[in-house]
C-alpha cells in the first residue's frame, strides 16, 4: 500500500504561521549532530590509516566487496566500453546533453572567465590572470540512485575551464556500476574513477592515500555525511558549496495545470526523503487540486514511498495573501530550485533574489533544468543560494592579480604608497617605493 504524501498546510493569515515556519522550512544552522560525529571519526581515520581505512568504510556502508583500494579504480577501457555499449537513445540523449551543458559552460567563460588588463596613460599594467585548477575532485553521487547527469555537470565546466586532471569518486553500493554514469565519465573526459563514496571518499580526495591522488579542490552534491564532510575538509581543499538533498519551490497563480506542478513536487521528492518541496499560491482552490493530483498520481510512482516520506515530512503548501507575499517568503526560504508557474512570469521574476537557479512559466519543468537545459544543476542548497552561486567554470578556475608599474607609475604611485606606509610606521614599505623614484 502506498502511503499518503501529506505535505504540511499552511496559511499566511494563520497566527501559527511564523513558528510553523522556522520550525519546519526555514533554513537552520543546526547540523545532525550523529551524522556530524560519524563523519569527524571517518576523515581522522582517512586522514591516519589512508586507503586501509577507506577501504574498509566502502565495505561496510556500501558493500563492495573489496580486497584492496586499487581494486576501485576503474580503467580508462572499462568507461569507453560502458559507453559503446549504450543503446542508441541512450547514447544520442548523453550526447545533446553533454553538447548543451558544454555550450552554456562556454559562454559562461567567454562572459566573466578569462583573463583581462588595462594600461594606464603612463604605460602601468593593471590585470587578472585566469589560470585553472591544477587537479580537481568531482563527487557523483550514488547511494539511493544513479546520476550520470551529475558527471556532465561537475566534469564538463572543469574541463571548459582547462583544468587538466579531474578525479571522479562516485559510490557504487553492492558493488553495482552504472552503465551510464562510467559512460558519462568517458564522454566528459574524466581522468580517473574511483568506486567510492561518502565521508571516506571526500577523505581521500582532500587529504590524498596511496592509491587516491590528494586534489586542490572538491566539488558536487551528495547527501548529509557528504555535505558535512566537504564542510570539515575546507581549508585543506577548496570546496565549491554545500549542495545537499534537493529542493523545490513552486509559485503558482494557478495557471499552470496542478498535475504538473504535483509531477513537479515529486521530481525532487523522489531523490531523497529529506528533499524539500514547497508550493505557494494566492489560490486556496488550486492549492486543494495540486493535493488531489498527488493523491491521484503518486500510487503509480515507482519511488512513492520516498516521494511519501519527503512531502509528508518536509513538503509544505502554502496559501499567501499575493503573489508579492508568495515572493517574500520565496526569498527567506531562498530555494535551490525555484520555479514561477504563472502566465506572467517575467512580472515576478525582479522581486525574487535568492535561488540557485529561477525556471520560468509553465513550460519550463525543473526536470530539464537537471538534464540538458545547459545551466549547471549543482546548486547551492539549504538557504545557502543566499551567499552561493551555482557549480560553473568559475570554481575550477582561480584569478591572479597583475601590477607592472612604469618608470612614470613610480613615480606617480611612489608618493602615495609611502605617506600611506609611513602612517601605519611601516619604514620598509615606504623606503621600498622611495627608492623607485627618489633613489
Ligand atoms: N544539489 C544538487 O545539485 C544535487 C544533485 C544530485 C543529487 N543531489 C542530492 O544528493 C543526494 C545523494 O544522496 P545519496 O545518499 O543517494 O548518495 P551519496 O553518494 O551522496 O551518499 C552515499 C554515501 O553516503 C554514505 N553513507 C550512507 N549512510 C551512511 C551512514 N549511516 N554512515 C556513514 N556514511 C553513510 C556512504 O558512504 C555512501 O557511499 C540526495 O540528497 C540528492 O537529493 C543533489
Ligand atoms: N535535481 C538534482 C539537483 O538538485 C539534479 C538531478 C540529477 N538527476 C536528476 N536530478
Ligand atoms: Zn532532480
Not at 95 to 122: F, I, L, M, P
Not at 187 to 211: E, H, K, M
Not at 303 to 331: D, F, P, V, W, Y
Amino acid at each position: 500500500m502506498t502511503p499518503a504524501a501529506r505535505p504540511l498546510r499552511l496559511s499566511t493569515a494563520d497566527a501559527g504561521f511564523e513558528a510553523a515556519f522556522q520550525a519546519r522550512l526555514h533554513w537552520s544552522e543546526e547540523t545532525d549532530a550523529g551524522v556530524e560525529q560519524t563523519v569527524a571519526g571517518i576523515l581522522a581515520d582517512v586522514k591516519r590509516r589512508g586507503d586501509d581505512a577507506v577501504l574498509e568504510y566502502s565495505n561496510r556502508f556500501d558493500a563492495v566487496g573489496a580486497a584492496s583500494l586499487g581494486e576501485l579504480e576503474l580503467p580508462a577501457s572499462e568507461l569507453q566500453a560502458a559507453f559503446a555499449a549504450l543503446p542508441a537513445p541512450q547514447r544520442s540523449a548523453l550526447e545533446q546533453a553533454a553538447a548543451r551543458v558544454r555550450r552554456y559552460h562556454e559562454a559562461q567563460k567567454k562572459a566573466s572567465g578569462e583573463s583581462w588588463s588595462y594600461r594606464e596613460a603612463d604605460g602601468t599594467l593593471l590585470g587578472q590572470k585566469v589560470t585553472p585548477l591544477d587537479r580537481v575532485g568531482i563527487y557523483v553521487p550514488g547511494g539511493k540512485a544513479a546520476y550520470p547527469s551529475s558527471v556532465l555537470m561537475n566534469a564538463i565546466p572543469a574541463q571548459v575551464a582547462g583544468v587538466p586532471e579531474i578525479i571522479m569518486v562516485v559510490p557504487t553500493p553492492r558493488g553495482e556500476k552504472n552503465l551510464l554514469v562510467l559512460a558519462a565519465a568517458h564522454l566528459a573526459g574524466v581522468t580517473r574513477v574511483f568506486r567510492i563514496g561518502g565521508a571516506q571518499a571526500v577523505g581521500a580526495l582532500a587529504y590524498g592515500t596511496a592509491t587516491v591522488p590528494r586534489v586542490d579542490k572538491i566539488t558536487g552534491p551528495g547527501n548529509a555525511y557528504v555535505a558535512s564532510a566537504k564542510r570539515r575538509v575546507f581549508g585543506q581543499v577548496g570546496i565549491d558549496m554545500i549542495a545537499g538533498p534537493s529542493e523545490i519551490l513552486v509559485l503558482a497563480d494557478g495557471s499552470t495545470p496542478p498535475d504538473w506542478v504535483a509531477m513537479d513536487l515529486f521530481s525532487q521528492a523522489e531523490h531523497d526523503e529529506l528533499a524539500q518541496s514547497i508550493l505557494l499560491c494566492p489560490d486556496v482552490g488550486y492549492i486543494g487540486r495540486v493535493q488531489a493530483e498527488i493523491d491521484r498520481l503518486l500510487p503509480a510512482m515507482p519511488r512513492a514511498q520516498i516521494i511519501a516520506k519527503s512531502l509528508s515530512g518536509r513538503g509544505a503548501l502554502i496559501h499567501t495573501r499575493s503573489m508579492e507575499e508568495a515572493c517574500e517568503i520565496s526569498n527567506r526560504i531562498a530555494p535551490e530550485h525555484l520555479e514561477i508557474a504563472s502566465s506572467e512570469p517575467s512580472r515576478w521574476e525582479p522581486l525574487l533574489r535568492h535561488a540557485g537557479a529561477i525556471f520560468l512559466g509553465s513550460f519550463t519543468s525543473e526536470s530539464l533544468g537537471d538534464y540538458c537545459a545547459g545551466p549547471n544543476h549543482v546548486l547551492p542548497t539549504s538557504g545557502t543560494a543566499r551567499f552561493s552561486s551555482p557549480l560553473g567554470v568559475y570554481d575550477f578556475q582561480k584569478r591572479s592579480s597583475l601590477i607592472e608599474v612604469s618608470e612614470a607609475g613610480a613615480r606617480s604611485l611612489g608618493p602615495i604608497a609611502a605617506e600611506l606606509a609611513y602612517g601605519e610606521g611601516l619604514q620598509a614599505h615606504a623606503r621600498a617605493a622611495e627608492m623607485r623614484y627618489k633613489g
